[in-house]
């Protein structure tokens, strides 16, 4: 194929799969980059050098001393910036842009079908499309494993908001606004009876701990053994300390 530039809508289509696959998996076997390649007319190789591209921009990737691609061009800086300020708006665009490119309508990139017609049928489809795009960033983010036990079930994992999806609108799908966790801790966590410190640190709240009888074994094991450990922190996107903080006083039930 032909060398020739990336337009902004194949950079924003490139970042949308950057944030929903894990950092391990951008090669050019990837049936994800494969498909993408074929959508934009590109080759697997172009796809997922851009790919490491974005990844050279990752601040959690370069804490961990992970650098991506040594070179970049200044075109890639301006998309993470974009996305970066405005999740919401760059999550839904993408996921337009790349049913422009697969020529398909943007419902069909979702797992359900059948949204109603009418008014309505596009504010539904544009809040699934938006929730769908978090809860793969976010997933990509863990390596679709539970940040608190380490499971590694997808059917079985939520991407659970830090500041609650109806209180942030602005941050409804910034990947730095979610915990990958499993169902019963993203009950908890949901319920404010667990919540993660801005030092990542898990903390048990007293109300569930008076609640726990203690013959009740599984349910101890399961919430109270991980009260002041360390949750697994993700690849990339880590959870925002100010998102964190909001969880522990505002949402977190303390007595």
């Not at 809508?9 to 951008?26: D, H, K, Q, S, W």
């Not at 970066?84 to 049913?99: G, K, P, T």
């Not at 908890?188 to 609640?211: C, E, H, M």
């Not at 009740?216 to 903080?245: A, H, M, Q």
Request: with cysteine.
């Amino acid at each position: 194929m032909a060398r020739r530039d990336w337009t902004r809508g194949e950079l924003i289509v490139a970042f949308n799969l950057y944030c929903r696959i894990p950092f391990g998996r951008i090669h050019i076997r990837n049936p994800e980059i494969k498909a993408l390649a074929n959508a934009l007319g590109r080759t697997p190789s172009s796809v997922s050098w851009k790919l490491a591209n974005f990844a050279r921009l990752d601040p959690a990737l370069r804490k961990r001393q992970i650098r991506g691609a040594t070179h970049g061009a200044k075109a890639e800086q301006e998309i993470w910036n974009e996305f970066s300020d405005n999740w919401n708006a760059l999550a839904y665009e993408s996921q337009q842009l790349l049913a422009k490119f697969m020529h398909v309508p943007p419902a069909e990139l979702l797992a359900e079908k059948g949204f109603p017609e009418g008014k309505t049928r596009d504010a539904i489809v544009k809040a699934r499309v938006n929730q769908s795009f978090f809860r793969s960033a976010v997933l990509a983010a863990y390596d679709c494993r539970c940040c608190i036990t380490g499971l590694a079930v997808p059917e079985l994992l939520t991407a659970s908001h830090i500041v609650p999806w109806s209180i942030d609108t602005k941050n409804r799908t910034n990947p730095r606004n979610g915990l990958c966790l499993n169902a019963i801790h993203d009950r908890a966590f949901d319920s404010g009876l667990v919540t993660v410190t801005p030092n990542y640190r898990i903390v048990v709240s007293v109300a569930l701990k008076r609640s726990l009888k203690a013959e009740d074994s599984l349910s101890r094991k399961l919430l109270l053994d991980y009260e002041g450990l360390s949750i697994r922190l993700p690849e990339r996107f880590v959870p925002d300390e100010e998102f964190l903080r909001y969880h522990n006083e505002r949402c977190f039930k303390r007595e």
